[in-house]
């Protein structure tokens, strides 16, 4: 399913595309989040814990660390968590799992002694002043029905770091709102997390699955508050429903949009079909069976537009998400996976390529379904 990043590269550079816009580096590149610097590619943590969608297993743990060695290694810094990613006994594994792979890598950096070194330079790239390749973690807060005070909150962030094993988290996120079925909660949710960033637990804050109209809103109480707004991330990419508005209410927030599933939970790889998919008892099955058919032109122009290009269909499924002015987060669990993501950055599709994307999409007969608690 996955190409390796190497390979990739010099197929690119011996082939002429007249998709792809080329960068000259092959770098993970750096862009605004409000008052923020982040990768313009990250890396969403979900399947890290996760037994039920992703069939996660502890046995894993060192493969998931390979993928996040190269990423990192790659130019990557923002990592999306959440305080409930990890299924049943597992629950905050991700968390777990983002320290000890950070602090392990660390230590590998400096046993080579590494420390300090641009590692965009092994992709081309020329070394960069002031900056930083910190590990950047942004996890979200759950609004659970117990978390009814704004102090609830605040001790949640205190736990998240107690897991990463952290001082500070970049980015402290409501992972939803409550407006729609518990209006009340909202506003001790607002006052908790920006009291989380006044306590000096956060660089900024987020949210997650919020529309235009709450995200507008919410900005507006931050602004009160003198609390930074870095990201808000809703389901993106070219399955889902698009919605230009909320591109625009965070440029007027002046956040950065971050999408979850640019690659619509695998469907846009192009590995799954009718008579390929995934494990019964899995609930991407069922939804697959459901989405396929009427993805089938869609996919057929993912797959035309990446065979011009000399690309996968996740590269330009992620590549088209960037050209969105969005910064993804695919999840990576294996070294196949992370070079693959890493595939998808240091080249553009063309605005002819993008807009031909745009019309497959927008003729879609079934897109995927809205998270239950996105907020209009």
Request: with cysteine.
């Amino acid at each position: 399913m996955w190409l390796a990043l190497a390979i990739s590269v010099l197929y690119i550079c011996c082939r002429p595309i007249s998709g792809l816009i080329a960068s000259g580096s092959q770098k993970v590149g750096r862009v605004s989040a409000g008052p923020l610097e982040i990768s313009s590619l990250g890396c969403g943590t979900w399947s890290w814990g996760n037994k039920l969608l992703w069939d996660y297993d502890p046995s894993q743990d060192e493969e998931i660390y390979k993928a996040y060695r190269v990423i990192r290694k790659a130019g990557v810094t923002i990592f999306d968590t959440a305080d409930s990613y990890g299924t049943f006994e597992l629950n905050g594994r991700a968390e777990i799992l983002l320290g000890q792979f950070e602090r392990r890598y660390l230590s590998e950096v400096e046993a080579n002694g590494q420390n300090g070194f641009d590692f965009g330079q092994i992709f081309g790239g020329s070394p960069k002043k002031n900056v930083s390749n910190k590990q950047q973690v942004a996890t979200k807060f759950a609004p659970y029905p117990w978390r009814i005070t704004r102090g609830s909150l605040v001790q949640a962030a205190r736990e998240s770091l107690k897991r990463l094993e952290q001082e500070k988290l970049c980015v402290a996120q409501l992972h939803w709102s409550t407006s729609n079925y518990q209006p009340f909660q909202e506003g001790a949710l607002w006052e908790g997390i920006a009291d989380i960033y006044d306590e000096g637990l956060a660089e900024a804050v987020g949210v997650s699955n919020y529309g235009p109209m709450q995200l507008q809103k919410f900005s507006e109480r931050m602004k009160e508050r003198d609390v930074p707004i870095a990201i808000a991330q809703v389901q993106y990419s070219l399955m889902t429903a698009r919605n230009n508005e909320i591109l625009e209410s965070c440029n007027d927030a002046g956040c950065r949009l971050i999408s979850y599933s640019p690659l619509c939970l695998g469907l846009l790889s192009g590995k799954y079909n009718l008579d390929n998919l995934p494990r019964p008892g899995n609930p991407r099955r069922q939804l697959f069976k459901e989405l396929l058919p009427g993805a089938k032109p869609l996919l057929s122009t993912v797959a035309a537009v990446a065979d011009d290009v000399g690309k996968t269909q996740s590269q330009v499924a992620i590549n088209w998400a960037i050209c969105k002015g969005t910064v993804p987060i695919p999840g990576a669990r294996n070294l196949a996976q992370a070079e693959e993501n890493l595939g998808a950055v240091g080249w553009s599709l063309s605005p002819a390529a993008v807009e031909q994307l745009d019309i497959a999409s927008a003729s879609l007969s079934k897109k995927m379904i809205e998270n239950i608690f996105q907020t209009r």
